[in-house]
């Protein structure tokens, strides 16, 4: 009796160690899990598109907001005209381009020419090149001239045009060079986004 009981509780033990060692999941457990993921994302997926593009634009207006007070405080530091333009290879201004998202560079216009050009002599300050997101970035002007203080700039508008149209944003010049950012539609301008 006594060898019968032992065998039981060893067969039981067994039985149990068994039941411990086996661990895995049920095709059932695995269809659950994999549904409720599936949803999770379906959900996070565009929240992070909305995300991406309104980060992307934050991005571009901050940089062509930087290189325009950039070209102003060289203005005046230099006492010379300054001058951002559209240029597709960094080298010289383009104004054939239809809009500034093949980039731009900043230069010093040392002979104040009208039509204005990178010369000879005339050094570039700063190159931007192309942003290549599918928004773009549109103007009334092909480059804007930045004069010392005591003499009126170039006023304009730059205006950013969001791939979804939500993220659209303009960069207002005044005659004095200064820069605001709106994301209101400019009633001084009917620049629009294609």
Not at 110 to 131: I, K, M, T, Y
């Amino acid at each position: 009796m006594r060898g019968q009981r032992k065998l039981r509780t060893d067969a039981m033990s067994s039985r149990k160690d068994n039941m411990r060692r086996e661990c895995g999941f049920t095709f059932l457990e695995l269809l659950t899990t994999g549904t409720l993921l599936l949803v999770l994302v379906s959900l996070a997926v565009p929240s992070f598109t909305h995300v991406v593009r309104r980060n992307r634009a934050t991005a571009t207006v901050n940089e062509l907001h930087a290189a325009l007070n950039f070209a102003r405080q060289s203005a005046i530091v230099r006492n010379s005209y300054v001058v951002l333009c559209k240029s597709a290879d960094g080298q010289r201004c383009d104004h054939s381009l239809p809009d500034w998202d093949s980039g731009w560079l900043i230069f010093d216009n040392l002979n104040r020419d009208s039509a204005v050009q990178v010369n000879a002599g005339e050094p570039v300050l700063r190159v931007h090149g192309s942003s290549k997101t599918g928004a773009r970035v549109v103007s009334n002007r092909n480059s804007f001239t930045f004069r010392p203080i005591g003499t009126n700039s170039v006023n304009g508008t730059l205006r950013y045009c969001s791939e979804d149209r939500k993220h659209d944003g303009a960069l207002i010049i005044s005659v004095t060079g200064r820069v605001r950012y709106s994301d209101q539609p400019n009633s001084d301008t009917n620049l629009s986004c294609p």
